[in-house]
């Protein structure tokens, strides 16, 4: 009886103060969560978050101050990725995946007044003064800032279209489980 | 000649009977062709004519669009009768730009690049160009620009051409016709390409199943101490190329690399033809070989089709239906398509029609995993199909990457021996779909954020000069009024 | 945009569960009629609640899943259950035993954890440890061999009060042979003594001698056993390595100290041995899926139902053995995985270093 209670004391002392060690040696000085989650956002500051940047949006993620489905041009798969990191359940299932957009605009309502070329700040527009712009497709990024500057309504964002190539099976549908 | 083992694989029931001893015939000229511009892997291919041109029989449709693409030839001579949005030869069913011919009844010939009078004394870069310029592209079903594959001499050491004719999908017929009937032309084209390629040596393999087309191939290439032809056991999937490889040089391609990293590429036999008349005779890529067959077809039949013809004129020339049928493929019963809509048009890459009755199609309604390994088994990759399954099912597709389902080949074999009737392939496809979109998205963010941290620095530039030019502007004004004060 | 429509491949082996569950209930038929016919009617009457206990209870769960009751029944996987747990009973055991069997195996074995594929657990096994730990009494009174139609063996109507009843006639009781052994050893009668005035080895092959259903007749089981191998249902991994886990250390044993140690024959024709390695080891559920992880699989069970028979409490191991490796199947599954095509075992793309002439 003595020797067990004696066991499993010493266990416990040699257990308990593992444990402390560890804690005190293997401490982490800061949390670098927000450099990584920098890294994951798509850095194209684009500000849809409300967030000036990129960095200010990966600095109120870290201090939860903000909701992982915060970035649009993200969508589920970064906002899935957030959760992970973050080590929250986020719900994600009722979020409305957008899908990837891009801007377009109508020839018919653009007349080349330019405003909504600074504003793209991956340079996808180009155009001049009173010449027609268009969008270079691939590099657009669907902030849609250029939406709100033009003048005429000319632009709007357009749902990037599936083709036979970007096209992939389906996921299977589930197993049946009611009647 | 040493054939060595693989993993996996299966004996589906291979029914090519009902079409393997009819001889190719010609189809009738089709009214109407729909020549897509994306008929192979690679950058879209773009028109180079209008609507109202009249063109002639080989005449160059689009051109490539860099390197990694494929021109596209008319099939026969006519007018343009529109190049607009038409369904594609696939399982999405979307359409896709598609360059529409109507037929003037002539099919005449165009002026066509004059043959290569002596290929095997002229630089192997001239054949390999007359491969790009004649639309070739893999005619096994990979649809992979043949002259992109000719050029690997040039980054690897090669000793190896591998002419595959294993035709291992069942039901199909069309390479075992042509390698009956054109043997000759097979094994010209194959020394052609061994000479692009710079390989000393070629194998040409056939599955078993096909004696005759072993013996024809024999007999054509008896004169040529290079070549042998052997046969390969009858085990789905052996016409993977990585997989024949193994079996007949046993050399293992290395995960994530090209065949050639171990010395050898494959063609298939048809592309091989395709290569000795661009080359001999200057034509381009124009028509295949296409198999119609099933249980539900009146008369099954070897095709030699215009590419671009619609799959009804198919159906139409073999007798149309015998009975409604429960499903129609595009290419073979394990890896081909479900075909959306009898208009679609034979492509490049279409080996066969299928036409499956009701009696054929084995469905069963999904029931849960039992474990029982089967899918482990037979997967020729040496995957575990179920568990990346079950990974995917949760939505865990990095887990299902870290076990690699990224090298499923989607050959069908899992699902097929599945006892539970569980979709697996769909699963495999699925998966690889949306991991490839997500490196996508990230290789785009990555340029996205190049892009606008470069917008950001000439921003910062702009308004710095701006402010510099704006201070330089009231450094000149300042002294001017004091100077009108002190005036 | 039109539907999509199904996947390749377009061709199947045309196998099934269904197909799977019925091939082994066919292949366990002889020697259950064998053993109808050597236990007579409360053999029956017990393998008949057993089974229509198992299908009910799975019936039940199923409607509180709320899930297709009549489509998940028809994969017989119930059916199994309760036939392979009605074999491992002793055969004139008491209506209930069943009854609280089915509900031990499907209730909270199988269903508990999400149903048919999902258990961790083989639910026949499980059954037959509850019983065996709780209603250690009932599930070690065996009754000696008394073929239908003979002279001892209990008509209709006696039989009816035997297994609803809970009428067992004391004189009829006898030990199997592990028992027998385990007592005499306990005894101090070595095992050779005790094993010689035992059953004949020919009758212990032939099945005639106490024990449940499935521990009788070797014979018929190897047999069904070997049914299931040419029909491929299973693969000769598991049955092997459960019969050399067993085997080479009794051998060993016994060639050491034959006293304390019974040889390999006894141990391989004995208890459940072979109703373990073809129909309970195999489990598809239960066990590892790659070939290596099936061989380690069926050594640990023999080797397991060697230890537990030759040193524990227990006369007969099996079921313990294999509840052990159930337990031991996701971690074997995870460090057995096939290499794949093209790529080392550590999952780096393989390095070509041959020569290219």
């Known amino acids: 009886m003595l020797t067990a209670v004696m066991i499993l004391a010493g266990m416990g002392l040699l257990m308990g103060g593992l444990l402390g060690f560890a804690s005190q040696r293997l401490a982490v000085e800061e949390n670098p969560v927000e450099v990584e989650i920098q890294a994951m956002l798509p850095g194209s500051q684009c500000g849809q978050c409300g967030y000036v940047g990129c960095g200010q949006a990966a600095a109120a993620l870290a201090r939860g101050e903000a909701t992982v489905t915060l970035c649009p041009p993200g969508g589920k798969a970064l906002a899935e990725a957030l959760a992970k990191k973050l080590g929250i359940e986020a719900d994600l299932s009722d979020h409305e995946e957008k899908g990837p957009e891009y801007a377009f605009i109508r020839a018919d309502l653009c007349y080349g007044c330019t405003r909504c070329i600074p504003e793209c700040n991956v340079d996808a527009i180009i155009g001049a003064t009173k010449q027609m712009h268009d969008v270079i497709a691939e590099l657009c990024h669907g902030c849609a800032k250029c939406v709100e500057v033009c003048p005429t309504v000319a632009i709007e964002m357009r749902p990037v279209p599936t083709t036979v190539t970007s096209w992939h099976w389906p996921k299977p549908e589930p197993l049946a489980a009611a009647h | 000649m040493k054939i060595f083992d693989l993993p996996g694989g299966v004996h589906p029931a291979y029914r090519k009977e009902q079409s393997s001893e009819l001889a190719i015939r010609p189809l009738p000229l089709p009214k109407r062709l729909y020549i897509p511009l994306q008929q192979h892997v690679g950058a879209l291919s773009v028109p180079i004519v209008a609507v109202g041109d009249t063109v002639a029989k080989g005449q160059v449709l689009c051109v490539r669009q860099g390197s990694f693409s494929a021109t596209q030839h008319a099939p026969t001579s006519g007018r343009i009768a529109a190049i607009e949005s038409f369904v594609a030869p696939h399982a999405s069913g979307l359409a896709q730009d598609t360059i529409v011919i109507e037929s003037d009844g002539q099919d005449a010939w165009g002026e066509l690049p004059a043959p290569i009078a002596d290929p095997f004394s002229v630089d192997p870069a001239e054949i390999i160009e007359r491969v790009a310029i004649s639309g070739i592209v893999g005619l096994g079903g990979a649809i992979f620009p043949a002259a992109i594959k000719l050029n690997m001499g040039q980054q690897y050491k090669l000793d190896t051409l591998l002419i595959n004719g294993a035709e291992c999908e069942p039901y199909l017929t069309c390479d075992d016709r042509l390698m009956r009937e054109y043997a000759a032309e097979v094994i010209d084209g194959a020394r052609l390409m061994a000479r692009a390629l710079g390989a000393r040596r070629i194998i040409v393999a056939v599955e078993e199943n096909k004696p005759q087309a072993i013996a024809s191939l024999k007999a054509a290439a008896q004169a040529h101490e290079e070549i042998r032809v052997t046969g390969v056991p009858i085990r789905y999937p052996v016409g993977y190329a990585q997989h024949l490889t193994k079996m007949v040089t046993g050399r293992e391609t290395p995960a994530e690399h090209r065949n050639a990293e171990v010395g050898v590429v494959t063609h298939n036999v048809a592309t091989a033809r395709a290569v000795h008349q661009a080359v001999r005779f200057g034509r381009p890529l124009i028509s295949r070989i296409v198999t119609v067959t099933g249980g539900a077809i009146r008369q099954a039949a070897n095709l030699d089709v215009l590419i671009g013809t619609p799959v009804s004129d198919l159906v139409e020339f073999c007798g149309g239906f015998s009975e409604t049928p429960k499903q129609l493929v595009l290419g073979g019963p394990m890896m081909g398509q479900p075909l959306p809509d009898l208009a679609v048009p034979i492509v490049k890459g279409s080996a066969g029609i299928l036409a499956m009755s009701a009696a054929e199609l084995v469905e069963s309604r999904e029931r849960p995993c039992i474990r029982c390994g089967s899918c482990v088994d037979v997967c020729p990759c040496g995957l575990s199909p179920m568990e990346m399954a079950a990974f995917i099912r949760k939505d865990k597709l990095d887990a299902a990457d870290k076990i690699f389902v990224g090298d499923c080949i989607g050959c069908g074999s899992c699902s097929w021996v599945c006892p539970s009737y569980i979709p697996l392939v769909q699963y495999f496809n699925y998966a690889n779909g949306v991991l490839g979109d997500q490196a996508r998205q990230r290789r785009k963010n990555d340029r996205v954020k190049t892009l606008s941290e470069a917008h950001a620095v000439r921003a910062e530039q702009a308004e710095k000069a701006r402010q510099a030019a704006r201070a330089g502007k009231t450094a000149a004004a300042a002294p001017q009024s004091t100077n009108e004060v002190q005036a | ?357």
């Open chain 3, 1 to 357: 945009m039109m539907a999509v429509g199904k996947s390749a491949p377009f061709s199947h082996a045309e196998n099934s569960v269904t197909r799977a569950m019925l091939l082994v209930m066919l292949a366990l038929a002889p020697a259950t009629l064998f053993n109808f016919w050597l236990f007579g009617w409360p053999a029956i009457f017990l393998f008949a609640t057993t089974v229509a206990a198992c299908v009910g209870v799975e019936a039940l769960c199923l409607n509180l899943a709320g899930k297709e009751i009549g489509f998940y029944l028809r994969d017989g996987s119930a059916i199994l259950t309760g036939w392979l747990l009605a074999m491992s009973l002793p055969p004139w055991a008491p209506w209930w035993t069943g009854v609280v069997g089915a509900i031990a195996a499907i209730a909270i074995t199988k269903q508990a954890y999400g149903g048919v594929g999902q258990n961790l657990f083989n639910p026949a096994m499980v059954a037959r440890v509850a019983l065996l730990i709780s209603f250690p009494l009932v599930m070690t009174t065996w009754v000696a061999p008394s073929p239908l139609f003979s002279a001892n063996a209990p008509g209709f109507a006696q039989a009816l009060t035997i297994t609803f009843g809970g009428n067992l006639p004391d004189a009829m009781t006898s030990a199997t042979t592990l028992g027998h052994v385990k007592t005499e050893l306990t005894r101090g009668i070595s095992v050779l003594e005790s094993t010689a005035n035992l059953t004949a080895l020919s009758d212990m092959l032939f099945g005639l001698r106490a024990g449940s259903l499935g521990e009788t007749s070797a014979l018929l089981i190897v047999l069904g056993g070997a049914f299931l191998l040419i029909k491929r249902i299973i693969s000769w991994h598991i049955p092997v390595a459960v019969i050399v886990g067993v085997v080479a250390p009794a051998a060993l044993a016994h060639a050491i100290d034959p006293d304390r140690y019974a040889g390999p024959l006894f141990h391989l024709f004995s208890g459940a041995t072979f109703l373990g390695a073809f129909f309970i080891a195999t489990d598809y559920v239960t066990s590892p899926v790659s070939k290596p992880g099936k061989l380690i699989f069926g050594a640990g069970c023999g080797l397991l139902a060697w230890v537990i028979r030759t040193y524990a409490g227990y006369p007969e191991g099996m079921a313990f053995a294999v509840l052990l490796m159930n337990a031991l199947t996701p971690i074997i599954d995870q460090y057995t995985r096939p290499r794949v095509f093209g790529r080392a075992r550590d999952g780096k793309p393989l390095v070509f270093n041959g020569s290219i002439e």
